[in-house]
């Protein structure tokens, strides 16, 4: 076995570290005029900024090098070449293929999958098209007006965060609604909201198996019999998205109306397949496919491109430079977009689920720190909840800041004052407030020597804290889906140099089991003693309340 920690390109990161450790960006600034084009990265209409960052061309230089020995261009290609990289499930992991706009042949156990590939997207374009144009109709002949995805997870995040991000781009009078809690209000507060005659249900599940979709479609199925009184209707009304065609088909949907991917389709990485069905039905099928356009030039650049001018390989190695030699425990995601939202909350299962991960490729624990806790909130929002903490909290918190040069919403000063919000956190980050500078302040405001000397300290800022900045044009689904892309790549290029698999998901699995021996144990009043005595005096609890109508209110 091979201690990571131990490789030379480790080893020189280690001692470099040591060098430049208290270097502060300021000064890093101010040396060198040409930081920002030196250590700043395009394609299309995107530009990364990374110059504020914590990094020297030697520092540069070096993270390179650990890329290289972790051969991330080596395993880039097993992976666009379909071998199977994803190897305690024995599955390739093809979601480039599914966005392989060129069509040059993929090849899966020696078939070109490129040829299914298509079908499927002819299939939604036929099917999302009759749905717009009111061709496809509710039972009774009404148009449909409301979307609403059953799923979870993969099955409802990617979909989500893209029909949230492209409101622009949607259609009038269509809907598009997310249900994924087994907690019954998310069901029953969405379908407060529609009518059965116009609504289209999308079971949206790889297994078909999981217990909140499957619970949460068989009571929307009821939902739907009750009202209009007709289980013929179904046909009209229910589609499914899986991997397991056959128990789609049991559950009551017309085969004609199973839109299939596949196993070599990760879960998180599984939008640009039929699961991104609710996306087709939104915005067209033509902006679905702009959205796999932007993939696949992500795809192509992580693909051609020299690792030192390589988006998602930067991202990667600095991330990796935080987390593994400055000890930073998450990493921070700001869009300056409205739009964008929830893009923190697909980009945590993206990360934390592909490299949350404590054992190798070989089997052994690893003795590093890999996938950091993802979290963040639109700005400017969130720079009057948590922003404080990064400024002058104890904890260093790398951060993604991503803005549009253009907004979709051209109204009064709105843009240029979140513009400058956005680019006016990174500076002073980065900058920080010396002591000098914060007298100044206050000798300005008119203070007095000793209510300076009363306050200074606190309003002193160390500054030095590393951010990227992600600029683009505009927020389409182009560029979207370049963006998704490029972090599906940076997640990749972690999990290579870390070692583990990032296409598991055995946690995952593991939550999907536990929930049943408790389910039995709730059915009837008696108290249990099995288990833990926490869980017992939960579970114990929980019986007291329910079974007893006195302890109702
Ligand atoms: C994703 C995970 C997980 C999965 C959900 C839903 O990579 O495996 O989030 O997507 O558990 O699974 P199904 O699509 O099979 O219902």
């Given at each position: 076995?091979?201690?990571?920690?131990?490789?030379?390109?480790?080893?020189?990161?280690?001692?470099?570290?040591?060098?430049?450790?208290?270097?502060?960006?300021?000064?890093?600034?101010?040396?060198?005029?040409?930081?920002?084009?030196?250590?700043?990265?395009?394609?299309?209409?995107?530009?990364?900024?990374?110059?504020?960052?914590?990094?020297?061309?030697?520092?540069?230089?070096?993270?390179?090098?650990?890329?290289?020995?972790?051969?991330?261009?080596?395993?880039?290609?097993?992976?666009?070449?379909?071998?199977?990289?994803?190897?305690?499930?024995?599955?390739?992991?093809?979601?480039?293929?599914?966005?392989?706009?060129?069509?040059?042949?993929?090849?899966?156990?020696?078939?070109?999958?490129?040829?299914?590939?298509?079908?499927?997207?002819?299939?939604m374009r036929d099917f999302s098209d009759r749905v717009r144009s009111?061709?496809?109709?509710?039972?009774?002949?009404?148009?449909?007006?409301?979307?609403?995805?059953?799923?979870?997870?993969?099955?409802?995040?990617?979909?989500?965060?893209?029909?949230?991000?492209?409101?622009?781009?949607?259609?009038?009078?269509?809907?598009?609604?997310?249900?994924?809690?087994?907690?019954?209000?998310?069901l029953v507060e969405t379908l407060k909201m529609v009518e059965p005659e116009s609504t289209l249900f999308i079971i949206s599940s790889k297994s078909f198996t999981t217990q909140e979709t499957m619970l949460n479609a068989h009571s929307a199925r009821k939902w739907f019999v009750d009202l209009v009184g007709n289980e013929k209707a179904i046909s009209s009304h229910f589609v499914a998205v899986s991997t397991n065609v056959e128990a789609a088909k049991k559950f009551g949907i017309d085969p004609a109306n199973v839109f299939e991917f596949w196993d070599w389709v990760g879960g998180r990485y599984s939008l640009w397949s039929a699961i991104g069905l609710p996306i087709a039905l939104y915005l067209g099928m033509d902006h679905f496919e702009a959205l796999l356009e932007g993939a696949h030039q992500m795809d192509r650049h992580f693909y051609e491109t020299p690792l030192e001018k390589n988006m998602p390989v930067i991202l990667a190695l600095l991330g990796i430079w935080y987390n593994n030699f400055f000890d930073a425990q998450s990493h921070a995601i700001m869009p300056y977009s409205q739009y964008l939202e929830r893009l923190p909350a697909y980009l945590q299962q993206l990360d934390m689920e592909s490299n949350g991960k404590t054992i190798d490729r070989t089997g052994n624990r690893v003795n590093y720190l890999t996938g950091?806790?993802?979290?963040?909130?639109?700005?400017?929002?969130?720079?009057?909840?948590?922003?404080?903490?990064?400024?002058?909290?104890?904890?260093?918190?790398?951060?993604?800041?991503?803005?549009?040069?253009?907004?979709?919403?051209?109204?009064?000063?709105?843009?240029?004052?979140?513009?400058?919000?956005?680019?006016?956190?990174?500076?002073?980050?980065?900058?920080?407030?010396?002591?000098?500078?914060?007298?100044?302040?206050?000798?300005?405001?008119?203070?007095?020597?000793?209510?300076?000397?009363?306050?200074i300290a606190h309003k002193v800022f160390d500054g030095n804290k590393p951010s990227n900045t992600i600029i683009f044009k505009k927020l389409s689904p182009r560029?979207?889906?370049?963006?998704?892309?490029?972090?599906?790549?940076?997640?990749?290029?972690?999990?290579?140099?870390?070692?583990?698999?990032?296409?598991?998901?055995w946690g995952v699995e593991y939550g999907k089991v536990l929930a049943g021996q408790i389910q039995e144990d709730l059915a009837d009043p008696v108290d249990v003693s099995h288990h833990d005595s926490s869980t017992n005096g939960l579970i114990n609890y929980r019986k007291w309340v329910y079974f007893d109508p006195l302890n109702h209110e």
């Open positions: 076995m091979i201690d990571l920690t131990q490789t030379p390109a480790w080893t020189a990161l280690k001692s470099h570290y040591d060098e430049v450790k208290d270097l502060h960006m300021r000064d890093m600034f101010a040396e060198d005029e040409q930081r920002f084009e030196g250590f700043s990265a395009h394609l299309g209409d995107i530009l990364l900024d990374y110059s504020k960052n914590r990094i020297t061309e030697e520092t540069f230089r070096l993270l390179m090098d650990l890329a290289r020995q972790a051969g991330v261009e080596r395993w880039r290609d097993k992976m666009y070449s379909g071998e199977v990289i994803n190897s305690t499930e024995g599955r390739s992991v093809l979601h480039v293929a599914l966005r392989n706009r060129s069509n040059t042949p993929v090849m899966v156990d020696g078939e070109d999958v490129m040829p299914k590939v298509n079908a499927v997207l002819a299939h009111g061709e496809w109709r509710g039972y009774n002949g009404e148009r449909i007006k409301s979307i609403i995805n059953i799923g979870i997870g993969g099955s409802d995040l990617g979909p989500k965060v893209v029909c949230e991000s492209m409101k622009p781009y949607a259609q009038r009078g269509l809907k598009a609604y997310f249900v994924s809690n087994a907690d019954a209000t998310h950091p806790i993802i979290w963040g909130e639109s700005g400017t929002n969130g720079q009057h909840a948590f922003f404080q903490l990064l400024h002058q909290g104890t904890k260093p918190v790398p951060s993604d800041f991503l803005i549009p040069a253009l907004s979709q919403n051209p109204l009064g000063m709105h843009h240029r004052v979140l513009f400058s919000n956005c680019l006016a956190q990174t500076r002073a980050l980065m900058l920080g407030k010396k002591y000098t500078e914060a007298v100044a302040e206050m000798k300005a405001q008119g203070m007095g020597h000793e209510q300076i000397e009363d306050v560029t979207l889906g370049s963006i998704l892309a490029m972090y599906e790549h940076k997640v990749f290029v972690q999990g290579i140099i870390w070692n583990i698999n990032s296409f598991d998901q």
